[in-house]
């Protein structure tokens, strides 16, 4: 290459190096707009599922009360009914199982199904009663030697970590454990811990699993450790795949993004900035972030009337992870500046 187009091509990088870094952040009014958005679908979408399906699950319960809950804490209004609903069809599912779930069976989805169930009522604050104590001596019955929670099915991505799968159910009960389960709980949890720590990491959802633990669990020279790794598989796009040899999407974009801010990483980190980027840019007009499925199905397909079709369940999970990490990313300091401009 000729000296003087070496020069040429260096000065151009620097110009557009400085130029990304001084690119704005996304102004909180333009994220705000893209969570209600977002919300329409998600709480439509949760409304609706009780008319098909008396089952809980992560995808029409769990998440859409992350989603909400995470719109709510940051100023964005919510339709409190839809949750207060969604709620409600939770724990009824639960209670109804009270007298199996003791006896470590009785829940279609076993182990994921209910510690996705226990963060739920983490999430909204539900106090300890007798179906959060039943819901916790289910977990300590289906615990593996090894410490971790083993999955039911393999339905990838939303059903494809034990790691994820272990950490939530660790800490949810946790939370939940009564006076008398407490011994038992505190020993599950340092299993868990220990099999976390040595688990061998395949997928996204794997990694964001272990930051999250390091978080949750006060391991402080793991959390940065694990930051580090799951920053360095950020994409050119500012996104994340599922796994290594995908393209980012909106599931694995969404998580991921809330894993980092909801573990510590600051809303003004070049790193979300970017993740926030995508995440508004890919966002479909009608506020849903579309994923192709890739699960074998193992039910018969029912129209929730959500998009995208028979790929609509990841979608909206999708969806829901990325509204939540959208109002995460919401940050105080860019909110009152911004309420004094005139």
């Known amino acids: 290459m000729p000296l003087r187009t070496a020069i040429l091509t260096a000065i151009a990088l620097l110009v557009a190096i400085k130029l990304c870094a001084a690119e704005p952040p996304p102004r909180p009014d333009t994220i705000r707009s893209a969570v209600a ?7 439509r979408s949760a409304t609706n599922y009780p008319t098909h399906r008396k089952c809980f699950s992560c995808h029409h319960q769990s998440l859409p009360v992350l989603a909400i809950v995470s719109a709510r804490d940051h100023d964005i209004e919510i339709d409190a ?31 994921m199904t209910v510690g996705y169930g226990l963060w ?50 660790a800490y949810s009960m946790q939370q939940y454990a009564t006076d008398a389960q407490r011994k038992r709980v505190d020993a ?15 997928s996204q959802e794997d990694h964001n699993a272990r930051l999250w633990a390091a978080h949750l669990f006060g ?11 799951v920053i360095a598989r950020q994409r050119d796009d500012g996104g994340w795949g599922q796994k290594a040899d995908m393209a980012s999407d909106g599931y694995a974009t969404g998580q991921t993004l809330w894993m980092l801010l909801e573990t510590g990483l600051p809303s003004d980190n070049k790193m979300v900035r970017r993740a926030v980027q995508r995440t508004l840019t890919t966002q479909l007009d009608d506020g849903s972030y579309y994923v192709k499925s890739r699960s074998k199905p193992i039910q018969k397909f029912f129209d929730n009337g959500d998009p995208h079709g028979t790929d609509q369940f990841i979608s909206i999970a999708a969806t829901c992870w990325s509204v939540a990490a959208l109002a995460r990313s919401l940050d105080a300091k860019a909110v009152a500046a911004e309420k004094k401009t005139p």
């Not at 599950?188 to 395949?202: F, G, I, N, P």
């Open 188 to 202: 599950a949890v340092k299993k868990a811990r220990k099999w976390l720590s040595d688990a061998k990491l395949e």
């Open 219 to 229: 391991d402080g020279a793991g959390l940065i450790e694990a930051r580090e790794k």
């Open 81 to 111: 009914k839809v949750l207060d609903a969604t709620m409600k069809f939770s724990r009824d599912f639960f209670s109804r199982r009270i007298k199996s779930m003791r006896k470590g069976r009785g829940v279609g989805g076993a182990s």
């Open 37 to 43: 958005k977002g919300l329409k679908i998600i709480q």
């Open 120 to 169: 739920a009522y983490d999430l909204v604050g539900q106090k300890a009663e007798e179906t959060s104590e039943a819901m916790t001596e289910f977990l300590l019955l289906n615990q593996k030697d090894d410490g971790r929670w083993q999955l039911s099915s393999n339905r990838p991505p939303l059903e494809q970590s034990n790691a994820l799968t272990t950490v939530m159910s």
